[in-house]
């Protein structure tokens, strides 16, 4: 396992940095979740909400992401990272970003200081963007993982863009269609696009490599391809035109026919794997995508029902349960090989070296689980039952897991080497 890591591998400060700003920004959230209790089940337009979602999105989910591309984009496209300057680059454009963005929402501030934090994130996502390409495109081998994460490359730009734009339209009015609406797609190209892609992309590689499984039916990976990006380009086109409604659903089936797909293939690589026993983890992981058909399951619901808190449990299920659930499951089968290839690769063999799970607190993995399974399930039963005190209360679970999960990354990332030859 330990082998993906070693060869080719990007510096420290082009992965390590986003893992650890990254916990920062989920205790942070969790904590905006505690704060904002009674407001959680309220309008999505709403400026709390809004900061949210974009800690959630930005500091949470794609801090992480980036720190994990950088890392696996060698393994991929088997030669080195493009640039581990622009690599570094993104980390400082993409922090600065999304703390004045976070700043500029919790206090609905849409002046100058939120467009230039917009500008810093839009920046980040292309030198992303850029560095991806460059390294995808210097490599001998074509394969489907690389469509993926050009692909999601793609639409993180065009997220950006359209929110910086959004964000520019809040002060300077300029954009013929309803803001709102609009909105709706920017999210979801956020979603379907960005996360979605990314993560199925990312998944396809990794997963089989946890299990030691292997799978033949790659046609899958095209066909979920395919139909994730038709979906989304339907639905941005019909949305742009015309308002969201009921009809939307039929784009979010070619979406969902598309995860299917992906699905079949990680189960397929399951039913041939050589490792039987599967870990917590990985039950973070199968958790993640419960939520994750959750989610589609209920695009219909909240098209036809107007009450705000089913798209408050909507993007529950997007946020809190798919993407968070498998970054806490993934970090701990990625971050501890990063830091041992670092600290150990030339000791290996010469001396006795701890292994890679012996980097964190290994018994702290239960009480993460189940508090997350707990936290989880108290605020979608607090949005239904739309109980201000119960979401509280469970800000208090969110917090104490985020803890859990800052205090093991950040041993990790900390870990000294005291073994000498």
Same mark, same amino acid.
């Given at each position: +396992? ?5 060869? =080719? ?52 989910? $794609?801090? !992480? ?32 970003? $999304? ?59 065009? $997220?950006?863009?359209?929110? /910086? %734009? ?8 300029? &954009? ?32 089989? +490599? ?65 490792? =039987?026993?599967?870990? %917590?983890? +990985? =039950? ?16 219909? !619901? ?28 993934? $970090? ?17 063999? =010469? ?39 119960? /979401?509280? +209360? ?8 985020? /803890? ?14 005291? &073994?000498?030859?």
């Amino acid at each position: +396992m330990a082998d993906i890591f070693i060869n =080719k591998a990007p510096k420290e400060l082009a992965v390590i940095p986003f893992y650890g700003t990254a916990a920062i920004f989920f205790i942070v959230l969790c904590v905006l979740l505690f704060l904002s209790a009674s407001e959680i089940t309220g309008h999505y337009f709403n400026p709390r909400i809004l900061a949210i979602v974009h800690t959630a999105a930005l500091g949470w989910g $794609t801090m !992480v992401i980036f720190g994990a591309a950088y890392q696996l984009l060698p393994v991929i496209c088997e030669r080195e990272l493009f640039s581990n300057r622009l690599a570094f680059l993104s980390y400082i454009l993409l922090t600065i970003g $999304t703390c004045g963005m976070i700043w500029s929402f919790w206090r609905f501030d849409m002046g100058w200081f939120m467009i230039l934090s917009g500008i810093c994130v839009l920046c980040s996502s292309y030198l992303y963007a850029f560095n991806l390409y460059q390294t995808a495109n210097d490599s001998n081998k074509s394969q489907v993982y690389q469509h993926f994460l050009l692909l999601s490359a793609f639409w993180l730009c065009f $997220t950006t863009t359209v929110g /910086l %734009l959004l964000a520019i339209n809040l002060r300077y009015t300029f &954009i013929p269609r309803n803001h709102l609406e609009i909105l709706k797609l920017h999210a979801h190209a956020g979603i379907a696009g960005w996360f979605l892609q990314l993560i199925c992309g990312v998944g396809a590689k990794l997963i089989p +490599m946890f299990l030691l499984g292997k799978s033949k039916r790659t046609g899958l990976l095209y066909a979920a391809l395919i139909l994730q990006n038709v979906g989304l380009i339907l639905f941005l086109a019909d949305g742009y035109f015309n308002p969201v409604a009921l009809r939307m659903s039929m784009y979010a089936v070619f979406v969902a026919l598309g995860t299917v797909c992906w699905l079949l293939y990680i189960l397929d690589t399951y039913r041939h794997r050589a490792r =039987k026993k599967v870990e %917590l983890l +990985m =039950k973070h992981a199968g958790l993640s995508f419960v939520c994750l058909s959750l989610a589609f399951m209920f695009i219909p !619901v909240i098209l036809v029902y107007p009450q705000t808190k089913w798209a408050a449990l909507y993007g529950t299920f997007i946020f809190l349960g798919w993407i968070t659930g498998i970054i806490l499951g993934k $970090t701990f089968k990625t971050l501890p090989f990063i830091i041992w290839n670092k600290r150990y690769k030339n000791l290996n063999g =010469k001396a006795k070296i701890p292994m890679p799970k012996q980097l964190y607190h290994e018994r702290l993995i239960p009480y993460q689980y189940y508090l997350y399974l707990g936290a989880l399930l108290l605020m979608c039963i607090g949005i239904i039952l739309e109980q201000p005190f119960l /979401l509280q +209360m469970t800000g208090i679970l969110w917090i104490i897991v985020s /803890l859990l999960y800052g205090y093991n990354v950040f041993r990790i990332i900390f870990h000294k080497t005291t &073994i000498a030859l």
